[in-house]
C-alpha cells in the first residue's frame, strides 16, 4: 500500500503541526525532534514551530500517516488473518508444485477415488489429481486477479477524481465513457471476447486484461461521487481561500478523504475479478483446457457433485477461502485509512 | 431537473446506439455462423446461400447495422441464425428474468439495509461479528457455487426429507399446469431456489457498503453534534446519520444492476431456466452460433435497463444529498 500522502516530494508542502497527527512527547531538545514527513524535507532549518517546542522542552513527534495506518493495520486481527491465508494460498499454489509429486496434467490410474495420504484430494474420473490441479487452479486465480485489480484501479480513480473535481465538461466527459463502459454490459463483452480469445496461449493475461478494462468503471463512479460530495465541504473551500493549487487539494485533502473508498472499491475489485473469472470459466469461456482455474473445477466437479463431491468441495472452498482473505485485508486497510476512526496506538 | 432528466435520457439513447454499434461489430467478426453448415457435406450450397441471404451476411458489415437498427425501430428484432422471429421469443423471455431479477433485487436491497444498519450501530459487538461473518461468507462465493449448494444439495435433502418435490431445480415452471393458484404454487416452488441464489450474492456486498457508509457518518461531527446536542438515540440515527449513510449505497444497488443481470445470467444456466441470459449463451455459443440478431436483442434490454439505472442513481444522489445539485 503506498503512502496515501506523496506530498513530500510537491514544492509547496510546508511541515505543519497537524492537528491530531503529531503527538506531544516528553524527550531531550532538538533530539529525534522531528521524524517522519518532515525528516524528509530538504530544509535545513527548523520549522519556528519546532524551535518553540523545543524551546518548551517539548518535541513534536509526528508520525507519517503511512506509518498510523501501518500500526492500525498490524493490530487488526481479521486483517491480519486475511493477509496470512492470502499470503498462504499464495506460497501453496506457487511453490506447492515444486514438492508435490503429481503435477496438474498428470493423469493416475486412481479414478474418481476420494482423498487419501496418496492423493490428498482425491482424484477426478479421468484420473487427474485433484490437489495438484487446485494448487495451479489457485495461482491463476490470483495472478488473474491482482492484475485486474491494479490496472482497473489506477484507470477509474484517475478518471473518476478529475470528473469529480473539475466537474462541468471534463464530468460530462469522462462519465459519458464511463456510462458507455457501464452500459455496455459486462458478461455480454466478456463472453463474446472469452469465446473468441481465451482459445490461445495464456489465456489468462487476456482475460485479465479484460476484465480491468470493463471493471474500472465501479472505481470511477465511486471516486467522483465522493469528490462530488467533498468538494462542497468547508475545509476545501478554506483550502481554495488560501489559495491552494488544484495538485494539492486532489493531493492533499480529496484522496486522503475518498482513500477508505478508494481501498474498499480496490479490494472488493480483486475479489470480484475473482468471482468473474471463475464465472467465465464456469461457462466453459474463461481458462481453456490443459490450464485450470479454480472454476474449470467447480464446473467439471459439478457433474458428479452428487456422487463425488469432494471435486466440487475442494475447488469450491479454495475459491472461497481466496476471496474471503482478500475482503477481510480489504476490511483491515479500511479501518486503518479511515482518520475518524483513529485509535490510540 | 426537468432539464438535466431530459439531457440523461437523450444521452442515454445515443449510448444505446452506440453500445448496439459496438457489440454488433464485435460479434459479427468473431465468428461465422455458418461455418458449422458449410463444414457439413450433406448441406447443398444453395441451402448455405439462402441462409447467408436470410441473415443478410452478405451485405457489408455497416449496411447489416443499418438493416437491424431501422428493423428494431419498427419493432422487428430479425430473425434467429436457426430462422424463428427473435422478437416473438424476447417478451415471454423477459419475464421469466424479471420474475427472478425483480424480487431478488428489492429483498437482497431491504435486507442490506437492514443488516449493515445493525452492524454499524453495533460495532464489534456479537451481532456485527456473526453478521460481518455471514456477509464476508456470501460475497466471497461466487453464485455457481451457491446454486449448485442449493440445487445439488440443500434441494435433494428438503426434498428428500419432505418426501415429496417442494423444490424444483430444473426449468422456471412445469408445463400443463392449470388453474390460477396451482400456476403460482408451481411457479414460487420453482423460482424459491434461483431468488434465494441471487439474494444470498447480492445482499452481502451491498451491506458491507452500508455498514462502511453508516460508520464515516456515524463519526461525523454533525452526528456528534446532534448526539451533544440532546437528541434522542433514534432521532440522531434515523434522521441525522440513516439518510445520509443512504447515499453511497443508493449508487451501489443502482450500478449493481448490471452485475444483477451477469448474475442472473449464471443463475439460469445452472437453474436451467429459459431466460434472457439462457438466450444470450445461446446466441453466442449455441450449434448455429455467433447469432448477432439473439445477442443484439439481449444487449438492447440490458443495456436499456442498465442507463435507467444509472439515471436514477444519480437523481437519487441529487434527492438524497441536498448539497449536489444538477442544473
Redesign the interface.
Known amino acids: 500500500m503506498p503512502d496515501p500522502l506523496p506530498d513530500s516530494h510537491s514544492p509547496l508542502f510546508v511541515p505543519e503541526g497537524v492537528p491530531g497527527y503529531g503527538e506531544l512527547e516528553g524527550g531531550a531538545p532538538g533530539e529525534d525532534g522531528l521524524r517522519g514527513r518532515a525528516a524528509t524535507l530538504p530544509v535545513s532549518a527548523p520549522s519556528a514551530e519546532a524551535l518553540e517546542a523545543a524551546r518548551q522542552g517539548l518535541a513534536i513527534k509526528s508520525r507519517s500517516q503511512f506509518r498510523m495506518a501501518a500500526d492500525r493495520f498490524i493490530h487488526h486481527k481479521m486483517a491480519l488473518l486475511g493477509l496470512g491465508i492470502f499470503l498462504f494460498l499464495l506460497l501453496l499454489s506457487t511453490i506447492g508444485p515444486l514438492f508435490y509429486p503429481y503435477s496438474y496434467t498428470e493423469i493416475t490410474n486412481q479414478f474418481g477415488t476420494g482423498p487419501s495420504a496418496q492423493h490428498w484430494f482425491g482424484t477426478d474420473t479421468i484420473g487427474h489429481d485433484l490437489f495438484a490441479q487446485v494448487l495451479h487452479g489457485t495461482a491463476t486465480t490470483i495472478k488473474t486477479a491482482l492484475l485486474v485489480a491494479v490496472v482497473a484501479t489506477i484507470i477509474g480513480a484517475l478518471i473518476g477524481a478529475l470528473a469529480g473535481y473539475y466537474g462541468k465538461w471534463a464530468d460530462q466527459a469522462l462519465m459519458?465513457i464511463t456510462?458507455?463502459v457501464?452500459?455496455?454490459?459486462?458478461?455480454?463483452?466478456l463472453?463474446?471476447?472469452a469465446?473468441?480469445f481465451s482459445k490461445q496461449a495464456n489465456s489468462w493475461f487476456f482475460v485479465a486484461l479484460l476484465l480491468a478494462v470493463l471493471l474500472w468503471t465501479?472505481m470511477a463512479?465511486?471516486v467522483r461521487?465522493t469528490f462530488?460530495?467533498l468538494r462542497?465541504r468547508e475545509f476545501i473551500e478554506a483550502e481554495h481561500a488560501i489559495g491552494a493549487s488544484d495538485r494539492r487539494i486532489i493531493l492533499r485533502h480529496l484522496i486522503p478523504n475518498a482513500a477508505?473508498?478508494i481501498v474498499?472499491n480496490a479490494t472488493?475489485t480483486v475479489?470480484v475479478a475473482i468471482?468473474?473469472e471463475?464465472?467465465l470459466s464456469?461457462?466453459?469461456?474463461g481458462i481453456q483446457p490443459p490450464d485450470v482455474d479454480l472454476?474449470t473445477l467447480?464446473?467439471s466437479g459439478?457433474g458428479d457433485?452428487?456422487a463425488l463431491p469432494w471435486l466440487?468441495y475442494f475447488p469450491?472452498a479454495f475459491?472461497?477461502l481466496a476471496?474471503?482473505s482478500v475482503?477481510?485485508v480489504g476490511?483491515g486497510l479500511?479501518d486503518a485509512l479511515?482518520p475518524?476512526?483513529r485509535v490510540s496506538t | 431537473m426537468s432539464g438535466y432528466i431530459v439531457r440523461r435520457i437523450l444521452a442515454g439513447i445515443a449510448t444505446l446506439i452506440v453500445t448496439t454499434f459496438l457489440v454488433f461489430l464485435l460479434v459479427a467478426v468473431s465468428g461465422n455462423p455458418l461455418a458449422n453448415l458449410m463444414a457439413n457435406p450433406h448441406i447443398s450450397p444453395a441451402t448455405i446461400q439462402a441462409a447467408r441471404l436470410q441473415l443478410h451476411l452478405n451485405q457489408p458489415l455497416l449496411e447489416r447495422y443499418w438493416t437491424w437498427l431501422t428493423g428494431v425501430l419498427h419493432g422487428n428484432f430479425g430473425i434467429s441464425t436457426t430462422g424463428q422471429p427473435v422478437g416473438s421469443q424476447l417478451g415471454a423471455r423477459v419475464l421469466v428474468t424479471l420474475r427472478m431479477v425483480i424480487p431478488a433485487t428489492v429483498i437482497a436491497a431491504v435486507i442490506a439495509i437492514v443488516i449493515g444498519v445493525v452492524s454499524a450501530v453495533k460495532q464489534y459487538s456479537i451481532t456485527d461479528h456473526v453478521l460481518t461473518a455471514l456477509a464476508y461468507l456470501f460475497y466471497s462465493t461466487p453464485v455457481f457455487v451457491v446454486a449448485i449448494l442449493l440445487k445439488d444439495f440443500l434441494a435433494v435433502d428438503v426434498n428428500n426429507a419432505a418426501g415429496h418435490t417442494l423444490f424444483y431445480t430444473i426449468g422456471q415452471n412445469n408445463p400443463g399446469v392449470t388453474g390460477t393458484w396451482s400456476v403460482f404454487v408451481d411457479a414460487l416452488q420453482h423460482t424459491v431456489l434461483p431468488v434465494l441464489t441471487l439474494v444470498l450474492i447480492t445482499y452481502a456486498g451491498w451491506s458491507r457498503y452500508q455498514r462502511a457508509s453508516m460508520l464515516d457518518v456515524l463519526n461525523a461531527d454533525y452526528v456528534r453534534l446532534a448526539r451533544a446536542k440532546g437528541l434522542t438515540p433514534r432521532r440522531v440515527l434515523y434522521v441525522h446519520a440513516l439518510r445520509n449513510a443512504l447515499i453511497p449505497v443508493t449508487t451501489v444497488v443502482a450500478l449493481d444492476f448490471a452485475t444483477i443481470i451477469g448474475g442472473a445470467v449464471i443463475t439460469e444456466i445452472a437453474f436451467g431456466w429459459q431466460g434472457m441470459g439462457q438466450f444470450l449463451l445461446q446466441g453466442l455459443t449455441g450449434p448455429v452460433s455467433p447469432d448477432t440478431n439473439v445477442v443484439q436483442a439481449w444487449l438492447v434490454v440490458a443495456a436499456t435497463a442498465v442507463i435507467l439505472f444509472n439515471i436514477i442513481a444519480d437523481l437519487l444522489y441529487a434527492v438524497l444529498d441536498p448539497r449536489i445539485r444538477y442544473a
Open positions: 459519458r456510462d458507455l457501464l452500459a455496455v454490459p459486462l458478461l455480454a463483452v463472453l463474446v471476447l469465446n473468441k465501479y463512479r465511486l461521487g462530488l460530495s462542497e477508505g473508498a474498499v472488493l475479489a468471482l468473474i471463475a464465472s464456469y461457462l466453459g469461456l472454476g467447480v464446473a459439478e457433485a452428487t466440487f469450491a475459491i472461497i476471496i474471503l475482503n477481510f476490511d479500511r479511515d475518524t476512526q
